[in-house]
């Protein structure tokens, strides 16, 4: 089954403890995108990947890092945690061609206190 | 700057037609993406414009019109599972980010 696994699902941590959220796809895109959703503002682009080794910053980068050191998995970084970065988060992989269908994983929520 | 306006809210009654529209602001893009999101679901795509027209997808229909920097989508015979948010979206052609409105909630009445 074609998908995009995120994890994990839900996480609350405390400001300034760093944390990872994974995301993998299985259906050998080259274009991968971490968005978080804050009520009102819609999906916002974080950073995203048009390859391996190969990643550039969205709308709203500060506080973030991410690596793609495999086609498949693109993890967001958070180094040190604010409550700013409360948000609902969710990666998305599409092909690299002009009519860019994306696939979204489940989302992940998270808590910063 | 890149940006995409569209309403905040739209209602419509249960077997109707309801429009979505949806006017951008770019530089340069492929085409214009629209996604539907359920509350507590992540978006999935619905339609895609690369060109000027309509492209129609059962009771979904997409519109885009380059020149006068808009889009909108056309909801047909409205059951009340179609109420979701709905964001339109495009990649910019010069720098490949992705950029999307901030949505539309679709309200549907009985």
């Known amino acids: 089954e074609a998908q995009v696994t995120q994890n994990p699902r839900y996480l609350i941590t405390v400001t300034g403890k760093k944390l990872t959220v994974t995301c993998s796809q299985n259906?050998?895109?080259?274009?991968m995108s971490w968005y978080r959703q804050d009520p009102g503002l819609g999906l916002r682009q974080i950073y995203y990947?048009?390859?391996?080794?190969?990643?550039d910053k969205g709308d709203v980068p500060e506080g973030y890092k991410v690596s793609r050191k495999e086609k498949r998995n693109f993890p967001l970084i958070l180094e040190s945690p604010s409550p700013n970065q409360t948000s609902l988060y969710f990666c998305?992989?599409?092909?690299?061609?002009?009519?860019?269908?994306?696939?979204f994983g489940p989302g992940t929520r998270l808590l910063v206190l | 700057g890149q940006s995409l306006e569209q309403p905040s809210e739209v209602t419509a009654v249960e077997g109707a037609i309801v429009q979505i529209n949806c006017t951008y602001q770019?530089?340069?893009?492929?085409?214009l993406s629209w996604y539907q999101q359920h509350d507590g679901g992540a978006p999935t795509f619905l339609s895609y414009n690369a060109l000027d027209g309509l492209e129609e997808t059962g009771r979904f229909s997409s519109f885009l019109s380059r020149s006068d920097s808009y889009g909108y989508l056309l909801l047909q015979e409205l059951q009340m599972k179609d109420s979701a948010s709905y964001f339109c979206?495009?990649?910019?052609?010069?720098?490949?980010?992705?950029?999307f409105g901030k949505g539309t909630r679709l309200h549907i009445l009985p």
């Open positions: 979206a495009f990649r910019s052609n010069r720098d490949d980010k992705i950029i």
């Open positions: 990947s048009m390859n391996v080794e190969v990643t």
């Open positions: 998305a992989s599409s092909t690299n061609v002009a009519q860019e269908t994306q696939y």
């Open positions: 770019t530089s340069g893009f492929y085409g």
């Open positions: 259906m050998n895109h080259e274009y």
